[in-house]
Nanobody, 126 residues
Framework: QVQLVESGGGLVQAGGSLRLSCAASGGSFSSYAMGWFRQAPGKEREFVVAINRSGSSTVYADSVKGRFTISRDNAKKTVYLQMNSLNPEDTAVYYC???????????????????WGQGTQVTVSS
């Protein structure tokens, strides 16, 4: 069983930056690919970015390419999401998730993830 706790959300002006963290406990963190998803009010959950077990492969949604960067520190059992050039459309609850993986490429479909955090709110004001 893996427990995930996100932190780092908040209110930021358009053009600003935030860094989200997701700390894991339980399980073997380095066996899991990690992903970030988000859900805005009235919208379905959407994929943002994912990283494989070693950090050697990442996948980004087109909407965040060039602005967001995912990274992980397996020794600290933590995955990070650096978000730059934020705009109001990035406002959402951001969730980190984990799926057990032996594949090089991490999955982008939320239903394939095994564990989820409680989410952290990101609000971008115009």
């Amino acid at each position: 069983q893996v427990q995930l706790v996100e932190s780092g959300g908040g209110l930021v002006q358009a053009g600003g930056s935030l860094r989200l963290s997701c700390a894991a406990s339980g399980g073997s963190f380095s066996s899991y690919a990690m992903g970030w998803f988000r859900q805005a009010p009235g919208k379905e959950r959407e994929f943002v970015v994912a990283i494989n077990r070693s950090g050697s492969s990442t996948v980004y949604a087109d909407s965040v390419k060039g602005r967001f960067t995912i990274s992980r520190d397996n020794a600290k059992k933590t995955v990070y999401l650096q978000m730059n050039s934020l705009n109001p459309e990035d406002t959402a609850v951001y969730y980190c998730a984990a799926h057990y993986s032996v594949s090089y490429r991490p999955k982008t479909t939320g239903d394939l993830y095994d564990y989820w955090g409680q989410g952290t709110q990101v609000t971008v004001s115009s």
